[in-house]
């Protein structure tokens, strides 16, 4: 709220798992501590692994003329993951 009336905004992408090299070992380094990040746990918990242009026209979303009103917000970028 402190810059909004100087057309600062300030929002969050917040993604899921992305299929991705850095995803990828963020999955095996999980694997490591007990989380079971199987291809069957993926599916049950978000349904797929999300494709980076995904999180990236989210992000163009929040960038853009489109989401002029959107402000101080958390745009969940997951399949409903963080829903469960």
């Known amino acids: 709220m402190e810059f909004r009336d100087r057309g600062i ?8 798992f992305i299929a991705t090299d ?6 095996v380094g999980l ?3 007990g989380v079971d990040v199987s291809d069957a746990a993926i599916a049950a918990q978000q349904g797929r692994m ?8 989210a992000a163009l ?3 853009s003329d ?3 009103f ?8 997951d ?4 829903a469960m």
């Open 9 to 16: 905004r300030s929002n969050a992408v917040c993604p899921g």
């Open 22 to 27: 850095h995803g990828k070992r963020e999955l």
């Open 31 to 33: 694997a490591k501590y």
């Open 50 to 57: 999300c494709d980076p242009m995904e999180v990236a026209q």
């Open 61 to 63: 979303f929040l960038a």
């Open 66 to 68: 489109e989401s002029s």
């Open 70 to 77: 959107v402000n101080g917000t958390h745009l969940f970028v």
């Open 79 to 82: 399949n409903c993951f963080t």
